[in-house]
């Protein structure tokens, strides 16, 4: 009898451990480089860009197209060296119009990446659109700044990030523009593959 209950309390744990969704488990973590822009060996000045903390606008986003299935479980940004304070951190599936958000401070000296309490759920072939708001209470133009990517050149969309995901467009907005396409925005993300 005692064997059986230890067999069973073995068994129960066993399905306990292995309720991930998929069988792999080398891919149960947030990957901040797997189909992300601060990670991306396509921004080098090799390639025509250079990266500068400009764009004095409130919102700053990009549209990708994810080419793998998964979670956006993480964001990574770098406040300016203007501001100290929040932002409200977004990422939207335009697919499903369900849309993830937590308000985050980043460092100021480096890209940080905070999970999202709730991770955003993707399929291959999803629209994606991540985006950073500064949070209300800002008292000068210039916090409003933040890290983009600009090509010498206009920039080249669509620009494929990766084989994982390839961006559409990108948007700067609030307290003036739109300007669109300027640039791309540093907001990296973590992903998970299911």
């Not at 004095?56 to 964001?75: A, F, K, P, Q, R």
């Not at 990030?161 to 791309?184: D, E």
């Amino acid at each position: 009898m005692k064997t059986l209950k230890t067999l069973l309390l073995s068994l129960f744990i066993i399905v306990i451990i292995s309720c991930d969704n998929d069988n792999d488990p080398t891919n149960n973590v947030c990957d901040s480089s797997y189909l992300s822009v601060a990670s991306s060996t396509v921004f080098t000045t090799a390639n025509g860009y250079t990266l500068n903390e400009t764009m004095d606008l409130e919102t700053h986003e990009y549209t990708m197209v994810v080419n793998s299935s998964g979670e956006i479980c993480s964001i990574g940004y770098q406040n300016p060296t203007t501001y100290a304070g929040t932002y409200e951190m977004e990422v939207e599936n335009s697919t499903t119009n369900i849309t993830t958000t937590d308000t985050f401070s980043f460092s100021q000296s480096n890209i940080q990446y905070q999970n999202f309490t709730v991770p955003l759920i993707v399929n291959s072939g999803d629209t994606i659109v991540v985006r950073r708001t500064i949070s209300n209470g800002y008292t000068l133009l210039n916090e409003t700044i933040g890290s983009i990517y600009i090509n010498s050149n206009p920039n080249p969309f669509p620009i494929a990030i990766s084989a994982n995901a390839t961006i559409i467009s990108s948007n700067f907005y609030g307290a003036g523009g739109p300007v669109p396409n300027f640039g791309v925005p540093l907001i990296g993300i973590g992903f998970k593959l299911n």
